[in-house]
């Protein structure tokens, strides 16, 4: 692609010019073991050169350090070098003991499963930590529905608006939206259920350009 470029740009076609020097930086930065996330374009020009590519070293990644238990908390001379070496990235390192975790969730009792990550030091599991850090990389949040039956979580987009994360469920429900009533999650958590949110004046009604929040539990009114 870069020669055949290059010829269109001694033609003086200025697209092809400004195309040709973003391939030129992707290839000199790939030969010397630089990832194309890691390279520095106008946001004019990724979008219109680099991300049509899908060129697997600008996909974003998570690095994942699997360590013993005493390295859990704090991360061995490994995990440094890990973090070293990809310190230009702008990417997440997690540190998981997934060996432990492993037998530590082979306890039936949750607070035991509690008091033993305490004991070395960690707050929560890492498949917790694992499944948020992969949805923000993502760009991923989720909302909930809750019925009679049945609570259920939907993955939408970060920035989705409340018919958009309608049509996650049904296409019905996006075409023919017509309002959704919200609880914030932390207000949903505080109250306990949603009669005493409704009796608190916690209970919105949002239209068509809400942007749905993490963890909002929405019910869609729709017509179609």
Known sequence: KLDKVKRAAKTGNKEAQKEEAVLTAIKAGL?????????????????????????????PVLYVCN????????????????KETVK??????????VGTEADINELDDYE????????????EPGSSKLIRSAYKLLKQ????????????AWTITIGDTAPQAAGVIHSDFEKGFIRAEVIAYN????????????????????GKNYIVQDGDVMHFLFNV
Request: hydrophobic fraction near 35%; glycine fraction near 6%; avoid cysteine.
């Open 187 to 206: 207000d949903f958590v505080s109250y306990g259920n949603e009669a005493k949110v409704k009796e608190a004046g916690k209970m919105r009604v949002e």
């Open 31 to 59: 030969e010397t073991g630089t990832s194309v996330r890691a390279l520095d374009f106008e946001t004019d020009d990724y979008n219109d050169y680099v991300k049509p590519m899908q060129l697997i070293t600008d996909k």
């Open 88 to 97: 230009n990235e702008d990417a997440e390192v997690l540190v998981l003991a």
């Open 112 to 123: 035991e499963r509690q008091m033993f990550l305490q004991d070395i030091g960690l707050d």
């Open 141 to 152: 949040q989720t909302y909930f529905t809750a019925g009679v039956k049945e609570v259920r």
């Open 67 to 82: 360590v013993d238990e005493s390295s859990a908390v704090s991360g061995n001379a490994y995990v440094d070098q890990v």
